[in-house]
């Protein structure tokens, strides 16, 4: 099963976006898939406020758990971090045209008549799988060309 495949089985089984993402590539860099789950739970649908998509709060957190600056004497891979996180965002913005939940969707999760309109519109079928695969596809892709 491939990774976009993998997330999208999260998704599906009740996990949310970010530990769709997340967990896909967590459980592979070594994380135990429950703390992985964990950890990401708190990010999806933009942090429950429709802020940073959920999809892309997991794929930063991958590119973190992998590339991530975790010696304080050592700017470079500080700054490495930041430019690996920053090329990402700039990649999913050129392909969705923005990383906000509220803005992917046309409507606010932490709106209670919005979340009426999401449901009735299955946006959470059919809009977030798409945010999810795209962010998979993009975080693969950075993981090839990064090694």
């Given at each position: 099963?491939?990774?976009?495949?993998?997330?999208?089985?999260?998704?599906?089984?009740?996990?949310?976006?970010?530990?769709?993402?997340?967990?896909?590539?967590?459980?592979?860099?070594?994380?135990?898939?429950?703390?992985?789950?964990k950890i990401a739970t708190q990010f999806g649908g933009g942090a429950r406020k429709g802020e940073m998509c959920g999809a892309v709060s997991g794929a930063l957190m991958v590119l973190g758990l992998k590339y991530g600056h975790c010696h304080a004497e050592d700017n470079e891979e500080k700054?490495?971090?930041?430019?690996?996180?920053?090329?990402?965002?700039?990649?999913?913005?050129?392909?969705?045209?923005?990383?906000?939940?509220?803005?992917?969707?046309?409507?606010?999760?932490?709106?209670?008549?919005?979340m009426v309109k999401i449901k009735e519109l299955n946006l959470f079928k059919t809009t977030c799988p798409e945010?999810?695969?795209c962010a998979t596809k993009i975080v693969e892709q950075m993981l090839s060309e990064l090694g």
């Open positions: 099963m491939n990774h976009a495949d993998k997330a999208e089985k999260y998704f599906c089984n009740n996990f949310n976006c970010s530990q769709a993402v997340f967990t896909t590539f967590a459980t592979e860099l070594g994380l135990d898939e429950e703390i992985a789950l700054q490495r971090a930041y430019r690996i996180a920053e090329d990402f965002m700039n990649r999913f913005t050129a392909e969705k045209g923005t990383v906000v939940c509220r803005e992917l969707l046309g409507y606010d999760v932490s709106k209670e008549e919005d945010m999810i695969r």
